[in-house]
């Protein structure tokens, strides 16, 4: 893959990542808020509890995704972008296409499993 336009992908992605992590974020927050204000005698108590677990696992995966985008981002500036991390091996373009972030090949993606 081209490194400017992998540059603009990653750059692309980071922002829209950045934007829905602190949309979750904030939700999580509406959640915990809820959970505080809800009565005693309501229908389902446990309901805000679990919209802010998942909102708390949607922003960890959003974190990930967000560290995988800057690494990704790192390694073009470092000039080993599209080898693999663990091997070395250029990464194919078809898989870079697919997520401008990968950092391994599809079978040590695979082993790693």
Not at 40 to 49: E, F, I, N
Not at 98 to 113: F, I, N, S
């Amino acid at each position: 893959m081209d490194q400017q336009q992998a540059r603009k992908r990653l750059q692309a992605e980071r922002a829209e990542v950045e934007v829905l992590l602190r949309d979750t974020e904030a939700e999580g927050e509406q959640d915990r808020t809820a959970e505080d204000d809800q009565p005693a005698d309501s229908v389902d108590p446990a309901q805000p509890l679990t919209a802010e677990g998942l909102a708390d696992s949607v922003a960890e995966t959003l974190r990930d995704r967000l560290a995988a985008i800057d690494r990704a981002l790192q390694r073009l500036d470092d000039g080993t972008y599209g080898r693999s991390v663990r091997s070395g091996r250029p990464i194919p373009d078809e898989r870079l296409d697919a997520d401008p972030a990968a950092e391994l090949t599809v079978e040590e993606a695979r082993d790693r499993r």
